[in-house]
């Protein structure tokens, strides 16, 4: 299962989706990046579905995104991969 994760501007709290295929959520991540360059003088809404919740719809501005990630929610570590960037310093 990998989630895609939206940050909205004057949010503190994340909003996110699941998708089962990595090529769905690849897509989805690639429309998004595409609509956020594009708002400038536009207000373009975004309405995504989620895999794991069939009834969770969520409709976003595209100029209020300030970012979005995905990560893949692992089963076998027994939770899901912390979001965001990590440094590894050895």
């Not at 956020?36 to 100029?63: F, G, H, P, Y």
């Amino acid at each position: 299962m990998y989630s895609l994760e939206l940050s909205l501007r004057y949010s503190p709290f994340p909003l996110s989706i699941q998708k089962k295929e990595f090529d769905d959520v690849k897509r989805i991540y690639a429309e998004i990046k595409t609509a956020m360059n594009e708002t400038l003088e536009s207000s373009n809404l975004i309405e995504l579905s989620c895999d794991k919740v069939q009834d969770k719809l969520i409709t976003v501005r595209a100029k209020e995104i300030i970012s979005v990630q995905i990560y893949e929610k692992s089963s076998v570590a027994g939770g899901a991969k912390r979001p965001g960037f990590s440094l590894n310093i050895d």
